[in-house]
């Protein structure tokens, strides 16, 4: 897992893998590392389908609280 430079709004270090809660997302998402940026699929509905990618930097710090990682925790996602 590599660390993205950022913390949330508890002060925790955001790594790849991360599970993470936005604020205003219904669902958790997973910080991925896509196409030299760190960020997340915004998934849209109950589906799961994947969303557009938005960069990590484009959220504040106080909109991101980290929850878990898909290795420990992958019941987050379900």
Same mark, same amino acid.
């Given at each position: 897992? $590599? %660390?993205? /430079?950022?913390? @949330?709004?508890? /002060?925790?270090? !955001? %790594?790849? /893998? @991360? !599970?993470?809660?936005?604020?205003?997302?219904?669902?958790?998402?997973?910080?991925?590392?896509? @196409?030299? +940026?760190? /960020?997340?699929?915004?998934?849209? #509905?109950?589906?799961?389908? +994947?969303?557009?990618?938005?960069?990590?930097?484009?959220? +504040?710090?106080? $909109? !991101?609280?980290? !929850? #878990?990682?898909?290795?420990?925790?992958?019941?987050?996602?379900?």
């Amino acid at each position: 897992m $590599q %660390y993205t /430079g950022l913390k @949330d709004k508890n /002060g925790n270090e !955001i %790594y790849e /893998g @991360d !599970i993470v809660k936005v604020e205003f997302h219904h669902q958790p998402e997973v910080v991925v590392f896509e @196409d030299g +940026a760190f /960020g997340l699929f915004h998934h849209t #509905g109950h589906l799961r389908e +994947a969303g557009p990618f938005v960069p990590l930097f484009e959220y +504040a710090p106080v $909109q !991101i609280e980290v !929850i #878990g990682n898909k290795f420990e925790n992958p019941e987050l996602l379900e």
